[in-house]
């Protein structure tokens, strides 16, 4: 199960049923949990945390320092979620101490392909989806079953909210609420993530409500808060109009709104 070339560092934690492809690195501190799979030339580093049955594909380095000027080296860490897939030459670095949580954190179930890159102190949701190329700068937060197309970018401190769909080429300059799908460079509302809200099987009313709490914010030339004060009943009746509330609530650098290119 571990190839002969592989590295192993004595202060490695390795699980049942693991298996260690060709010439992989495996550094102190980290714990593979059980059926991890590196597949060859991987480079894990710690301390990190990695889940059961993830996949590293080859090339992939996780667990390295963060390449920002401000990390002196200071203990971290990255922790990753079980049977989330990481694709060919994805990099995710640890988290530092100045402006973050010392900690990067990659949730269960995600698919990251090729030359994804994940920055220090991002929490990244459960279920995500990462084409080629996309990219977290630092303290980026993603919510659950939120889907980025390739080449897609997102600067440092902005929150991309749950089941939202950010398409590909995209640079996302401020936040996006959760259910909505930007485009564009830069980045502007299109609508609700249609597709992705059919996927998580919403029922109908909710629905309804999404695209109700839709208009509010973006087609009633209300204030944000003004609109999110007209649909408090929304709100207690669909969990799912309280995700897309809350996360217009906790932006920091305000959302994404246009309808259309340079708007």
């Not at 571990?2 to 192993?8: D, G, K, R």
């Not at 390295?64 to 401000?70: H, Q």
């Not at 402006?99 to 990659?106: A, E």
């Amino acid at each position: 199960m571990i190839h002969p070339t592989a590295v192993i560092d004595d202060a490695a934690v390795v699980g049942d049923n693991v298996e260690i492809g060709p010439y992989c690195v495996v550094g102190p501190h980290v714990v593979l949990g059980d059926g991890v799979t590196l597949k060859s030339h991987v480079v894990v580093k710690g301390p990190s945390r990695i889940g059961d049955g993830v996949q590293i594909y080859q090339f992939a380095t996780v667990g390295e320092d963060t390449p920002a000027l401000a990390y002196a080296g200071e203990e971290s860490v990255l922790e990753i979620g079980q049977g989330t897939i990481i694709r060919e030459g994805v990099t995710i670095h640890r988290g530092m101490a100045k402006g973050g949580i010392s900690k990067t954190l990659v949730g269960a179930n995600c698919l990251l392909m090729a030359y994804v890159h994940i920055g220090h102190d991002c929490i990244v949701g459960d279920n995500v989806i990462m084409a080629n190329n996309a990219s977290l700068a630092g303290h980026v937060e993603v919510g659950d079953f939120a889907n980025f197309g390739g080449y897609s970018g997102i600067p440092q401190f902005r929150k991309v909210g749950a089941c939202s769909h950010i398409a590909g080429m995209s640079l996302v300059t401020k936040d996006v609420p959760a259910y909505m799908t930007v485009a564009g460079n830069p980045a502007w509302a299109v609508g609700l993530n249609v597709e992705g809200i059919k996927r998580r099987n919403v029922s109908g009313d909710a629905r309804a409500a999404l695209k109700q709490a839709h208009r509010l914010v973006y087609r009633s030339g209300l204030k944000s808060s003004d609109a999110l004060a007209q649909m408090s009943e929304l709100r207690t009746a669909h969990p799912e109009v309280d995700t897309f509330a809350r996360s217009i609530e906790t932006s920091d650098v305000g959302i994404i709104r246009g309808s259309g290119r340079g708007a």
